[in-house]
């Protein structure tokens, strides 16, 4: 059993910053690529960043330059930088793991989402 699990989210200012981190622990063998998605109310859930297990990233157009995502394979954790918020930045951001478990079964594997609220 896998378990993927997000923190670090909350209430900031607008350009402010936080920092999301996203830790799988359990029946792993190893990990491939990590990534961070996000859904605003009314709206599909769309990628953010990711990250593979070589460490190339890949960001969506509107977050290059303002977020950072990065990656402890020790730690099977992988994090989300976000400096100059914005409030179009708000939404309940989660992260999706593709897991290899010991069986030999790969799949997708997502957290329970963290809210980030960007507000004055």
């Known amino acids: 059993q896998v378990q993927v699990v997000e923190s670090g989210g909350g209430l900031v200012q607008p350009g402010g910053s936080l920092r999301l981190s996203c830790a799988a622990s359990?029946?792993?063998?190893?990990?491939?690529?990590m990534g961070w998605y996000r859904q605003a109310p009314g709206k599909e859930r769309d990628l953010v960043a990711g990250?593979?297990?070589?460490?190339?990233?890949n960001y969506a157009d509107s977050v290059k330059g303002r977020f950072t995502i990065s990656r402890d394979n020790a730690k099977n954790t992988v994090y989300l930088q976000m400096n100059s918020l914005k409030p179009e930045d708000t939404a309940v951001y989660y992260c999706k793991s593709t897991i290899r478990v010991v069986s030999g079964f790969i799949r997708d594997y997502w957290g329970q989402g963290t809210q980030v609220t960007v507000s004055s």
């Open positions: 359990g029946s792993i063998f190893s990990i491939n690529a």
């Open positions: 990250i593979t297990s070589g460490g190339s990233t």
